[in-house]
T-cell receptor, first 111, second 116 residues
């Protein structure tokens, strides 16, 4: 059965800290790994990673995929209170089947 | 990036009535749309997958007669919650994927349904 496991499930940090969120996956015919940020509404897309070892960056957020070890990390540097959210990781396979989601990591950034 | 528009963003209805939620892809052809439901502080739960022009595939435990899904065109899918009850109150989210299946799945804004 396909599965995606995220860790930690929740995390509390102070503003300015750097955090690393983890995502491991076991998915048949894996194609890509996606990261989303969910605040009060629907998830917003952050990154899609298809190739191993190539870091993607967007401001203070970055992510990388390791297809050999079947995991990805999402880094957030110099965290701000606005980074508080649930971060979801999802695996996409090569067919047109639903994404397989992890349970998410709830990040709380306190001032 | 591609835009998926979901409407309404929130709705309150009385028990026993039906509610229709629309999900539109605004700048791409969505051959596949996915409907999720999310309870507070829980992850997304896939309800059904719909491919344009064919019947939706429902996940185990989801009543297809209660949650009617129509995907009549490449840009529109609808979810109708029939004879709604308070336990159907939840956050419903759609996502859409393009023709080749290798694009990101984009999410609509979500619909918060409250049944009173």
């Amino acid at each position: 059965e396909d599965k995606v496991v995220q860790s930690p499930l929740s995390l509390v940090v102070h503003e300015g800290d750097t955090v690393t969120l983890n995502c491991s996956y076991e998915v048949t015919n894996f194609r890509s790994l996606l990261w989303y940020k969910q605040e009060k509404k629907a998830p917003t897309f952050l990154f899609m990673l298809t190739s191993s070892g190539i870091e993607k960056k967007s401001g203070r957020l970055s992510s990388i995929l390791d297809k050999k070890e079947l995991f990805s990390i999402l880094n957030i540097t110099a965290t701000q209170t606005g980074d508080s959210a649930v971060y979801l990781c999802a695996a996409m396979n090569s067919g047109n089947t639903p994404l397989v989601f992890g349970k998410g990591t709830r990040l709380s950034v306190i001032a | 990036g591609a835009v998926v528009s979901q409407h309404p963003s929130w709705v309150i209805c009385k028990s026993g009535t039906s509610v229709k939620i629309e999900c539109r892809s605004l700048d791409f052809q969505a051959t596949t749309m996915f409907w999720y439901r999310q309870f507070p502080k829980q992850s997304l739960m896939l309800m059904a997958t719909s491919n344009e022009g064919s019947k939706a595939t429902y996940e185990q435990g989801v009543e297809k007669d209660k949650f009617l899904i129509n995907h009549a065109s490449l840009t529109l899918s609808t979810l109708t919650v029939t004879s709604a009850h308070p336990e159907d109150s939840s956050f419903y989210i759609c996502s859409a994927r393009g023709r080749l299946g290798n694009t990101e799945a984009f999410f609509g804004q979500g619909t918060r349904l409250t049944v009173v």
